[in-house]
């Protein structure tokens, strides 16, 4: 990963960060936007489907699916700390044979990683700077269903999003966050054949899942 955003998800995304997650996880199950995702792709049916789960974080998405009827699914996570975390949760709920983890940015393990019938982005697209490529890359992997959780593109979130960078910014962290205009994300899904299924804001973050009509 040679990019400096990439370079920041190892030291943003670490142990510690993890393992607070997992804890939370573990008590409480997925948080408000992420079991709204989760929801809404069981709502278009997934048994039998197999899940890329981009930026799978703890495993939040991969368990709850694989407990609805999902196969198997493959966890893309850029941060180590985070595959650790999610091999170890994996184990716990009996899902190691279910889930296949790669390590690096999708974008450049995106070749070697195959297309499943669901993806999933969950608060990943706001993490990376390069938009068309991630979207296009990662919706060409989706036979099905492509799920997203990422910021609504308005002018107050894009302020408070301004002031998070320049914090990072002033203590030397090369990790930003980014809001990508939503016109972009609905024409790249569009012009993949992608139609949306589903949409609900949840406070500063947009919910959405697209499918492609039955073949």
Not at 109 to 115: F, Y
Not at 148 to 176: C, E, I, M, S
Request: aromatic share 10%; hydrophobic share 35%; with cysteine.
């Amino acid at each position: 990963m040679s990019c400096c955003q990439c370079q920041g998800f190892e030291s943003m995304f670490d142990r510690k960060k993890a393992a607070k997650e997992l804890k939370k996880y573990r008590k409480e199950g997925p948080i408000k936007t992420t079991r709204t995702l989760i929801d809404a792709l069981k709502a278009e049916g997934v048994s039998e489907m197999t899940l890329l789960d981009i930026g799978g974080g703890v495993g939040a998405i991969q368990h709850e699916l694989l407990n609805s009827g999902v196969s198997k699914c493959i966890n893309a996570e850029a941060a180590q700390a985070y595959i650790e975390t999610a091999k170890e949760e994996s184990k716990r709920q009996n899902h190691a044979d279910s889930i296949t983890h790669f390590h690096g940015n999708f974008v450049d393990e995106a070749t070697d990683i195959p297309q499943c019938d669901i993806v999933t982005l969950d608060r990943v697209i706001c993490c990376y700077h390069d938009l068309e490529v991630l979207v296009e890359l990662s919706s060409e992997h989706a036979r099905r269903l492509y799920g997203l959780v990422y910021p609504r593109d308005t002018w107050w979130v894009k302020f408070g999003t301004a002031l998070g960078n320049l914090y990072r910014r002033v203590q030397r962290n090369p990790f930003r966050t980014f809001v990508h205009p939503t016109e972009v994300v609905e024409s790249i899904l569009r012009g993949k054949g992608f139609e949306q299924q589903f949409y609900l804001d949840v406070g500063i973050w947009q919910v959405v899942v697209y499918g492609r009509p039955h073949q």
